[in-house]
C-alpha cells in the first residue's frame, strides 16, 4: 500500500541485466498493493524477460518501442500520468546514456521529458568491476547530482560467479522503499 492510502502509478522500466526477471515480482507485488504498473522493457531486458510475463502481472501492455503507431506522443503523456518511474534492474548500459542525455529509446526520451518533475528512481543490477568502473561511478553520481534516486545495490552472489557488489536490491525492499515516500 501506498503511504498516503490511494491509488498511484508507476512506470517500471526494465533493462538488459540478467536479474530483470526481479522485476515480474515487483511488477506483481506492486499491482497487488494499490499501484498501476505500466512497465517498459527495454532491447536488452527483452533476451532476460518476456513482455508477456510482464503484461501479464501488471494487465498492461508493455512499452518498447518510441515510434509505435498510435503511442507517438506517450514519452511526454506516460510522465504526466506517472508518480513515480523506477528503472529496475538499471544496466551499466542504461545508466550511461541516461547520463549522456541521449533520446534514441524510450527510457531515454522519457527521462529527458521527465526533466525531474516526478521522482526518478534507478536502481543499478551489475558485475562488481562494471559498478566500480569511473564510468558507471560517475555516471551514477552525477545522475544523483541531477535529482535521481540511486538505490543501494546488495553486496552477494553475482551471476558471473564471484560474490561483491552489484546485486540488484531485492524486489520486496524496493517496495518497503516505495510504500515510505509519499507520492
Ligand atoms: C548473460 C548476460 C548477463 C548480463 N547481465 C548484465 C547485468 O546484470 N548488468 C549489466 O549492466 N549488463 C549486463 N549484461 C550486458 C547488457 O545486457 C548489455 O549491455 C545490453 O546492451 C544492455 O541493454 P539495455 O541498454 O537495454 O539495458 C549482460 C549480458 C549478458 C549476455
Redesign the pocket.
Same mark, same amino acid.
Given at each position: 500500500m501506498n503511504k498516503s492510502g490511494k491509488t498511484k502509478n508507476l512506470i517500471l522500466i526494465c !533493462?538488459? !541485466?540478467? %536479474?530483470a526477471f526481479k522485476a515480474a515480482t515487483l511488477t506483481s507485488l506492486a499491482t497487488k498493493n494499490n499501484w498501476n504498473v505500466q512497465c517498459i522493457s %527495454?532491447? #536488452? !531486458?527483452r533476451?532476460?524477460i518476456g513482455d508477456a510475463t510482464l503484461e501479464g502481472l501488471s494487465g498492461n501492455s508493455v512499452l518498447s518501442d518510441m515510434f509505435e503507431p498510435g503511442r507517438a506522443l506517450h514519452h511526454i503523456s506516460l510522465i504526466d500520468w506517472a508518480h513515480l518511474i523506477l528503472i529496475y534492474?538499471? %544496466?551499466? @548500459?542504461?545508466?550511461a546514456?541516461l547520463r549522456a542525455g541521449l533520446a534514441d @529509446?524510450l527510457t531515454g526520451a522519457l527521462f529527458l521529458a521527465n526533466n525531474f518533475r516526478k521522482p526518478w528512481w534507478i536502481s543499478?543490477? =551489475? @558485475?562488481s568491476n =562494471?559498478l566500480e568502473h569511473p564510468a558507471i561511478i560517475k555516471a551514477l553520481k552525477e545522475l544523483e547530482k541531477w535529482g535521481c534516486r540511486i538505490l543501494p545495490s546488495g553486496k552477494g552472489h553475482l551471476?558471473c560467479g564471484t560474490i561483491g557488489y #552489484?546485486r540488484?536490491l531485492e524486489p520486496e525492499e524496493v517496495f518497503v522503499l516505495m510504500g515510505s515516500e509519499e507520492f
Open positions: !533493462s538488459g !541485466s540478467i %536479474s %527495454s532491447e #536488452g !531486458s533476451h532476460f534492474p538499471a %544496466s551499466a @548500459n542504461c545508466i546514456r @529509446n543499478p543490477a =551489475m @558485475n =562494471m551471476a #552489484g540488484l
